[in-house]
């Protein structure tokens, strides 16, 4: 039995233990999966932004594309006002000009400075000054001023680019914008090198390539104008270039623009023959922008027009190239970086995330300040931005994984318990098991014992008389005696063994009824006496003042009757063999006990003696004769009243047994 239970508790616990290693093993999975799907929340959120800045470039590239190219110049002529027959017909004739709707503010959009560069070096903007205009408002000088510090800042950075090492190439350079000497562009820079130049090593990076500012596979606008209107624009804008070279007045401007028109009658006569007889429509071809970056600095450190520090390393230009005919020139703006940076933060401020924060920054002041979650490059072709995407606060994956495992190990520690107790309920309860079927043998070979001996005393007389072998009346008289004796003995052990099977069973019915517990306690010794007296003891009653009270006299009995056995049984060997059994009252319970003089009860069997089927010595080697039910039918039959049982220390030797029946009058 025991084995058994040994090899059981090994399993539960290589169980319990093998169970405690997978969950703490499924935590660590766990932590790795909440890490894992933050950082595909991060990458998520860095896409979604990619996509978002994406869409507004493409948008504004688009618009930009499709700008008329007029409106770089600072006077156009209205397509649907201009017929090109009224040249024809009236020579004379000036058709209406209206301002570029650009002018006015350097700004637009994504967009700063917009400017056309001719073949000659020469720059027009839509915001042009002529000052000696008299309408000139005061609040417009400080756009003018603006717009003068552009056109130096392209004069100065930008035409040198795009003329290259050899002097007066620029118009060459106009029809292949390939021969352009373009500085060496910032290097896009790779996750991983990022990740070790920054410190931020163990950091997922990712390059997001925005290619919207790219000119890969967008096509050529191909447009038809009039001719009459491309050749008033041409006049028109030359007579700006020229009040801004020659500083003429405001009355002067038609003398100049007249001018304008022969000159450019000249160009256009020593650029290629002309026909005697043009088409009425000319073709423009927009070719797709295409990026320039010049580093602060190429034009030298006397230069009075040194840009501020740019986020990719120098200045971004967008340029396109227009040809009509044989008018070839480009036109294009600088990238307003301030407005790319707020539209980026404007992005990454409607995706971010719960626990989420961010921070944009050019790639070589990237640095990991102990939040850095994830390195979002922006790859714009030209240059990288970093995204620096953040936790706000970093360990709130370990909090959740601290507060996860407490609550495991919590949970362990419960079913720990929880399986120890089992186990431990298990191993009493066998145990007790062992125990009781060891009570149970015992009993069977104590009843066995006790059935024999009175059945062979009383046959053995039976027989003797029955073939008159005694002769003696004495002896015959003697030999009844002892068969009543045994008979008695006989029926009470009978008489337990029915009544426990009884209350085991549930079907024991006592019958209280009033009476005189002194009454029926006297005569039950009496019904002893001649078995004490046999066994070599005295018995002395001493009854107190009981009135009248209910009880079960057949419970009584057995339990006067078990008590006095018992006390013969363990009272053998004592010098003093008087048996002392008392009556009284303490107002709540009648008190029955029953005294002697033997050895005792140890303290430590005080309680186990009122156990069912307990005996002091085991079976084989015990003294006293007895089934171990006297003492636990006393105890059940004191319940069954109400009351108690209980043993005490006599003086100056010997137990006290004391039961105590509730007063039920």
């Not at 373009?182 to 997922?204: D, R, S, V, Y």
């Not at 959740?400 to 431990?424: C, D, K, M, N, Q």
């Not at 006297?630 to 059940?636: E, N, Q, R, S």
Request: net charge negative; charged share 25%.
């Amino acid at each position: 039995m025991y084995k058994r239970l040994i090899i059981l508790s090994i399993i539960i616990f290589a169980a319990l233990g093998g169970l405690v290693w997978l969950g703490y093993h499924s935590i660590r999975i766990r932590a790795q999966g909440m890490e894992g799907a933050r950082l595909g929340e991060f990458a998520a959120v860095a896409e979604q932004i990619r996509q978002d800045v994406t869409r507004k470039l493409d948008e504004f590239m688009q618009n930009e594309q499709n700008r008329p190219y007029t409106d770089y110049q600072y006077y156009y002529v209205p397509e649907n006002i201009a017929p090109g027959r009224q040249i024809a017909a009236a020579p004379s004739l000036q058709m209406p000009v209206l301002r570029s709707p650009l002018a006015g503010s350097l700004e637009q959009g994504l967009a700063y400075g917009n400017f056309q560069i001719e073949p000659d070096g020469s720059i027009i903007t839509p915001n042009d000054n002529v000052e000696q205009r008299q309408d000139l408002a005061d609040s417009d000088k400080e756009l003018y001023a603006e717009a003068l510090s552009n056109r130096i800042n392209i004069k100065d950075n930008l035409l040198p680019v795009l003329s290259g090492p050899t002097p007066g190439s620029l118009a060459m350079n106009l029809y292949n914008r390939n021969n352009i000497a373009m500085p060496n562009e910032p290097p896009t820079i790779e996750p991983e090198q990022f990740a070790k130049e920054t410190g931020q090593k163990g950091k997922l990076s990712k390059s997001y390539p925005i290619e919207s500012l790219q000119s890969k596979g967008k096509k050529t606008q191909v447009i038809e104008q009039k001719r009459a209107v491309f050749e008033q624009n041409v006049a028109s804008n030359m007579d700006v270039q020229s009040q801004q070279s020659t500083g003429l007045p405001g009355p002067q401007i038609r003398q100049g623009a007249v001018q304008a028109e022969q000159t450019a009658g000249q160009l256009q006569q020593q650029a290629s023959p002309v026909p005697e007889r043009q088409a009425e429509t000319v073709q423009v071809h927009i070719e797709p922008f295409f990026t320039v970056v010049v580093p602060v600095g190429l034009s030298g450190e006397d230069s009075t027009s040194q840009p501020a520090q740019s986020i990719f390393g120098g200045q971004v230009f967008l340029l396109r190239h227009v040809q009509i005919e044989d008018r070839h020139f480009l036109q294009g703006f600088k990238l307003n970086e301030e407005k790319l940076v707020e539209q980026i933060d404007e992005s990454a401020s409607r995706f971010m995330r719960k626990g989420m924060s961010f921070e944009l920054t050019p790639e070589e002041n990237a640095s990991d300040n102990g939040k850095i979650a994830y390195a979002a490059i922006l790859n714009f072709g030209f240059g990288d931005l970093v995204l620096n995407l953040e936790e706000i606060d970093p360990g709130w994956i370990g909090k959740e994984i601290r507060h996860l495992r407490i609550w495991y190990f919590s949970i362990v520690a419960i079913v720990f318990f929880a399986v120890t107790g089992g186990l431990a309920s298990l191993w009493r309860n066998a145990s007790e098991q062992i125990k009781l079927a060891q009570k149970k043998d015992d009993f069977i070979s104590a009843v066995s014992h006790e059935l024999r001996t009175p059945l062979t005393s009383i046959r053995m007389y039976s027989e003797m008389l029955e073939k008159n072998w005694v002769k003696s009346q004495d002896k015959a008289v003697e030999y009844y005696k002892n068969m009543r004796q045994e008979s008695e003995r006989l029926s009470r052990l009978i008489e337990n063994v029915l009544d426990f099977s009884r209350i085991q069973r549930g079907q024991k019915k006592y019958a209280f009824n009033a009476g005189d517990i002194n009454k029926c306690v006297l005569d039950v010794v009496e019904m002893m006496r001649p078995y004490v007296m046999q066994k070599g003891f005295s018995v002395r009653t001493e009854p107190g003042q009981i009135d009248e009270s209910t009880f079960d006299a057949d419970a009584v009995t057995q339990i006067v009757v078990n008590l006095l056995d018992n006390a013969v049984k363990y009272a053998r060997d004592a010098e003093d063999k008087t048996i002392i059994v008392r009556t009284k009252t303490d107002g709540k319970f009648t008190i029955i006990e029953v005294e002697d003089h033997g050895p005792g009860v140890p303290h430590r069997q005080r309680n186990k003696i009122f156990e069912q089927f307990y005996r002091p010595a085991a079976e084989s080697t015990r003294e006293t004769t007895g089934t171990g039910l006297g003492l636990a039918l006393v105890k059940k039959f004191a319940e069954a009243h109400n009351g108690f049982v209980e043993v005490i220390n006599a003086k100056p030797t010997g137990a006290i047994f004391r039961v105590a029946l509730a007063t039920q009058t």
